[in-house]
């Protein structure tokens, strides 16, 4: 059975916009995920790559701040 991929293309700028309107301070890989409706692998990915931009500092093994004032 030949395995089928799909790439899909995330606009990270607009995740953090919608964080950043959920007034939650902190937000878990596993909230994200079930938000979002990804895997928690894929989650704490896009997470590390908001970390990177500046939009979430990482807390804990499994939680981000969601940085107030970087999306505005």
């Keep these: 059975m030949k ?3 799909l790439k899909v ?6 995740i953090a916009k919608e964080l950043n309107s959920i007034n939650k301070k ?3 890989i596993k909230e994200f995920s079930k938000y979002y409706g990804t895997s ?3 989650s704490g990915k896009i997470l590390k ?3 990177k931009m500046g939009y979430v500092k990482r807390y804990s093994s ?5 940085v107030g004032d970087s999306t505005q």
């Excluded at 293309?9 to 607009?14: K, M, R, V």
């Excluded at 499994?62 to 969601?66: K, L, P």
Aim: hydrophobic fraction near 35%.
């Design 40 to 42: 928690h692998k894929t």
């Design 9 to 14: 293309t995330l606009n990270l700028n607009l």
């Design 62 to 66: 499994t939680a981000y701040f969601i």
């Design 49 to 51: 790559n908001l970390e």
């Design 26 to 28: 902190y937000i878990t």
């Design 3 to 5: 395995k089928e991929y």
